[in-house]
T-cell receptor
Framework: EPEVTQTPSHQVTQMGQEVILRCVPI?????FYWYRQILGQKVEFLVS????????KSEIFDDQFSVERPDGSNFTLKIRSTKLEDSAMYFC???????????FGSGTRLTVV | DQQVKQNSPSLSVQEGRISILNCDYT??????FLWYKKYPAEGPTFLIS?????DKNEDGRFTVFLNKSAKHLSLHIVPSQPGDSAVYFC????????????FGAGTQVVVTP
């Protein structure tokens, strides 16, 4: 069964450093998403991406965040200057359209120290 | 911003019996609802969905019921199996933001022998 692949599974970074989280969506999907889950809290929407541009973003997704699809297969989330409160599980998801649901990756646990 | 609520943080059920998970929502623009299952250190796994034009959708042991007037949906798992022990999330989307899922807080299900 097709799956969404995320790397790394766990990343530890120092506060103020830049991190890039990587995702390989399902190959024929056109819609891509990042979500995050802070420990003990809900899964929260960050951003959606379609046709090489952001289609929607949440208030969490400020200027410190950016997304990119650099080579037609990878989908990345960059945090420019990490803060302690960015520590969370970050999930990538992709979709072929609303009727096809959303497939999530297994997540990257980001720990900012 | 609690547009999707799962008021039961946990549920314990005996193997072979029915598990009933509940979810309430407040946003009348939501028209697509999903249930996800999540194991620790894994991403959410899609279980079943329902659009607002239906009031019931069934897939094997899983049935989702939607009551639009009450803004309530439920997931029935029959019969419950030990492998069903996980956190179950209700999610909703709608209108032009169909790709932006709003998640509930989750219900931890424990299936006992």
């Amino acid at each position: 069964e097709p799956e969404v692949t995320q790397t790394p599974s766990h990343q530890v970074t120092q506060m103020g450093q830049e991190v890039i989280l990587r995702c390989v969506p399902i190959s024929n999907h056109l819609y891509f998403y990042w979500y995050r889950q802070i420990l003990g809290q809900k899964v929260e929407f960050l951003v959606s991406f379609y046709n090489n541009e952001i289609s929607e973003k949440s208030e969490i997704f400020d200027d410190q965040f950016s997304v990119e699809r650099p080579d037609g297969s990878n989908f990345t989330l960059k945090i420019r200057s990490t803060k302690l409160e960015d520590s969370a599980m970050y999930f990538c998801a992709s979709s072929g359209g609303q009727a096809y649901g959303y497939t999530f990756g297994s997540g990257t646990r980001l720990t900012v120290v | 911003d609690q547009q999707v609520k799962q008021n039961s943080p946990s549920l314990s059920v005996q193997e072979g019996r029915i598990s009933i998970l509940n979810c309430d929502y407040t946003n009348s623009m939501f028209d697509y609802f999903l249930w996800y299952k999540k194991y620790p250190a894994e991403g959410p796994t899609f279980l079943i969905s329902i659009s607002s034009i239906k009031d019931k959708n069934e897939d094997g042991r899983f049935t989702v019921f939607l009551n639009k007037s009450a803004k309530h949906l439920s997931l029935h798992i029959v019969p419950s199996q030990p492998g069903d022990s996980a956190v179950y999330f209700c999610a909703a989307s709608g209108g032009n933001s169909w790709g932006k899922l709003q998640f509930g807080a989750g219900t931890q299900v424990v299936v006992t022998p």
